[in-house]
Structures are given as structure tokens and as C-alpha cells.
């Protein structure tokens, strides 16, 4: 039996007469750009979070350099982040012109180390982009404080973490703004690139509209330097149809993380971690990641036995080339990313995951570690 890393092909058998009807509901109406699916997504998305406004637009990167627009950061401002995460959290602070300033992140959940933030914060400083990796979001409550303390913007990246809960809340709802990614992998995926922006602030979601549409206030009456980041009336139509199951596909990744967790949890072994989730936080799982002393022997060996496995992410941004050659004076501490970035390695996991297939890919870990 071949195990997939993540199975798409069995969503979309569950869900294919609603998401062909509304497929067909777009071809045939032919708005295929600001289409009435549009409207009707961004409403759900806003309910679903708590969030007053949802914008729907193009990709998770601009979901983040929207926002950042908005709030006119640009040369000359510092923006803190992660140092673990995929490269879009830096980008879109060197997109707007602002520097991206790296913080390391919490041993136990990989999200930016609240302990070492407040270092980072100077004159320079205008937000902070915090990253719900792997599903879990970070400790909210402290970095908005501290932000408010030193009068700085928080922009929760929550690219995989839709759906997650902090504190009873859900994931972009706990902050100022927040962006996320409907990249077909996420745990809300479309089918092409896709993301969405939220916040419950009036003046911010009129900037970002205005933005989203070339910083057009009115056809051809342009206010704001903008970009083309809408989102296509498919892809919305789509996101309709899967936000039908969603919450149960939350509590299938919970059901799948959980029986890892518990598989995993006897195992003793130097260098070894299975992913804990904080008592005040419920996880979207959009990885399951495993910290293990010798990485590729591991991954050989499952590999071996026919099941997938995924490294997010083999290099910390900070040491990316390009970053590394540009960002001159950027160095610091970030010695647990790097540690990170060479032990961690993803497992499969998807809502229609059968326990049979997770049972298989639990022997194969547990075979492979002895």
C-alpha cells in the first residue's frame, strides 16, 4: 500500500458534488474575477474566526505584505520575526522595504521565544510578525503586551494554522492582523495559490482593499500604491464547498495527531521530541514534526518501508543566500532554529488518514528507531 504525505485525492471524492456544483455555479455565471463566491467566502472565513473583516487575495505572501502596506511600514523600519519559518515571513518585510530583524524560537513548540523578544525591539522597530508553525500558535497574550508596551503593530502569520485555537480563541483573530495561506497543502487548502487577511480594525480592512485592487478606491481612481492580490472566483467557490467539513477535519488532524503523540511518547532517546501542544492551545496540525538525533539515517529508513516524510525547513532564513549576502548586520543568536532546521522532519498526516495507514506509518517510525 502506497501512504501518501498528504491526500487530496480523497477530499475531493468526499467533497465532489458540492465542490463541482460550485464550480459550475462559476462557469456558468462567468465572474470569474470579484465574483459573487467572493463575498459569500470572505463572510464565512470572518465568522469562522471571530474576525470582523476577511479579504480574500492570492497567496499567503500577500497576506502578509498587504497588511504591511497598510500600516505603512517601508525603508528604514525593522520588523522582528521568526528565524524558523518559510522564507515568506522574511520576504515580505524586504518586499516593503523594512528590514527583517530574527528572533529565536521556544525549544519545545518552534515558535519565536517571547523571553527574547523584547531585546530585539529598538527605535526602529515598528511590528512583529509571529508565526503559528506547524499549526500551534505562539503565546499571543505576552507578545501582544509587549507590543503595545513599546507601541509596535503584531501581524499573526498564520499560514498553517487556520482553524487553531489559543485561549478558546481561534488563530487570526489574535492580533491586530493576520494573514494565511490556502496553498492546496494547508490544512485549508484551494486548489492554486490562495490566502487570506483578517482584522477587526474598519480603517485598516478600507487600506487593504483598496490595496488588494492596485490601491483603487473606485475603478480607475487610484488613492494607494497597491498590487493585484485578489483571488479568484474559483478558487473562493472551492473554499466554500470544503469550509461545509472543515471543523470536522480539524478534529480528524487532532484524532491523528493525538495517536501519534501517543505512540511516540514512551520513546527515550537523546535527541528525540514529539510535537507537545500547550495545555491553552488546540493545534490545526498542519505538520506533525518529529525532532530526531540522526535525520537522514531516519528518513532513509522510512523512506525504505514507503512512507513519506517532509523537512520543514532544512535552513533557517537568516541563512538563506541571498538574505545572508543582502542583510548585512542582521546576525544573532538563533542557535535553536539551527538546531531546528537540522533535526526536524514531518510525518504524514490528513484528516481522511485511516488507522490502519497511521498504524503502518507508527511501526515503520518505531521500527527504524531501534
Not at 522597530?125 to 506547524?134: C, G, H, M, N, R
Not at 499571543?140 to 478558546?168: C, P, R, W
Not at 494565511?180 to 487577511?197: E, Q, R, V
Not at 480592512?205 to 488588494?212: G, L, Q, W
Request: aromatic share 10%; charged share 25%.
Amino acid at each position: 500500500m502506497s501512504i501518501p504525505f498528504i491526500d487530496l485525492k480523497t477530499q475531493y471524492k468526499a467533497l465532489k458534488p458540492q465542490i463541482d456544483a460550485r464550480i459550475q455555479a462559476v462557469l456558468e455565471h462567468g465572474a470569474f474575477i470579484n465574483g459573487p463566491e467572493v463575498v459569500e467566502c470572505e463572510k464565512k472565513l470572518a465568522e469562522f474566526t471571530g474576525a470582523k473583516y476577511a479579504l480574500a487575495c492570492a497567496s499567503g505572501t500577500d497576506a502578509l505584505v498587504i497588511p504591511l502596506m497598510a500600516l505603512g511600514i517601508g525603508p528604514g523600519d525593522e520588523v522582528i520575526t521568526t528565524a524558523f519559518s518559510f522564507i515568506a515571513s522574511a520576504e515580505v518585510i524586504v518586499l516593503v522595504g523594512a528590514t527583517p530583524v530574527y528572533v529565536d524560537i521556544d525549544p519545545i513548540t518552534y515558535n519565536i521565544d517571547v523571553n527574547k523578544l523584547e531585546k530585539a525591539i529598538n527605535k526602529k522597530t515598528k511590528a512583529i510578525i509571529p508565526v503559528s508553525l506547524y499549526g500551534q500558535c505562539p503565546e499571543m497574550d505576552e507578545i501582544n503586551a509587549i507590543a503595545k508596551k513599546h507601541g509596535l503593530h503584531v501581524v499573526e502569520d498564520a499560514a498553517q494554522s487556520f482553524g487553531a485555537t489559543y485561549k478558546g480563541k481561534r488563530s487570526c483573530n489574535l492580533s491586530e492582523l493576520a494573514g494565511t495561506s490556502f496553498f492546496p497543502a494547508k490544512p485549508l487548502g484551494c486548489y492554486g495559490d490562495g490566502g487570506a487577511i483578517f482584522t477587526s480594525n474598519e480603517t485598516l480592512y478600507k487600506a487593504m482593499k483598496e490595496i488588494r485592487e492596485h490601491g483603487s478606491e473606485s475603478r480607475y481612481y487610484h488613492t494607494r500604491l497597491g498590487v493585484n492580490g485578489r483571488l479568484d472566483t474559483i478558487q473562493c467557490a472551492i473554499l466554500l464547498a470544503k469550509l461545509e467539513r472543515y471543523q470536522w477535519e480539524l478534529d480528524q488532524r487532532d484524532r491523528v495527531g493525538q495517536k501519534y503523540n501517543q505512540a511516540f511518547s514512551e520513546i527515550k532517546m537523546k535527541g528525540f521530541a514529539y510535537p507537545k501542544v500547550l495545555s491553552h492551545n488546540k493545534s490545526a496540525w498542519a505538520q506533525y514534526t518529529l525532532a530526531i538525533e540522526n535525520r537522514a539515517e531516519f528518513q532513509k529508513k522510512l523512506t525504505d518501508k514507503g512512507v513519506p516524510t517532509a523537512v520543514h525547513y532544512p535552513r533557517i532564513m537568516p541563512d538563506q543566500p541571498w538574505y545572508k549576502a543582502q542583510l548585512k548586520g542582521t546576525e544573532g543568536d538563533w542557535s535553536v532554529s539551527r538546531w531546528a532546521a537540522d533535526h526536524v522532519i514531518s510525518l504524514p498526516i490528513f484528516p481522511d488518514m485511516t488507522e490502519e495507514t497511521q498504524s503502518k506509518v507508527i511501526e515503520a517510525v518505531l521500527t527504524a528507531l531501534k
